[in-house]
């Protein structure tokens, strides 16, 4: 019952920005961690970037000092603002979370994955 939704990928030129949004709704009680993660044809997945509900973030190396990500946690919202964008970023981009959902009088935590939004770069 809980579901992630991310928008705000597309089509950019080397040097461009994009701001990506993952929204959680269903039955939730609380947020522990929400975080990107990115995927290339081919390639792994790996993490872009982690924002934690003690408010500690974690970025790969290959974003530091050009991504940024956020979150509005009234709106169960987390964002990744992504500056100076590179080929190298293109990729589908996937919201990950982890959450605290409670059913009846019963506490439980699951992970969840978003649908994934492409991000690509080129000129």
């Known amino acids: 019952q809980v579901q992630l939704v991310e928008s705000g990928g597309g089509l950019v030129q080397p040097g461009g920005s994009l701001r990506l949004s993952c929204a959680a709704s269903?039955?939730?009680?609380?947020?522990?961690?929400m975080g990107w993660y990115r995927q290339a044809p081919g390639q792994s997945r790996e993490l872009v970037a982690t924002f934690t509900r003690g408010g500690s973030t974690n970025y790969a190396d290959s974003v530091k000092g050009r991504f940024t990500i956020s979150r509005d946690n009234a709106k169960n919202t987390v964002y990744l603002q992504m500056n100076s964008l590179k080929p190298e970023d293109t990729a589908v981009y996937y919201c990950?979370?982890?959450?605290?959902?409670?059913?009846?009088?019963?506490?439980?935590?699951?992970?969840?994955w978003g649908q994934g939004t492409q991000v690509t770069v080129s000129s």
């Open positions: 269903g039955s939730i009680f609380s947020i522990n961690a």
């Open positions: 990950n979370a982890d959450i605290n959902s409670k059913r009846g009088s019963l506490y439980f935590t699951a992970g969840y």
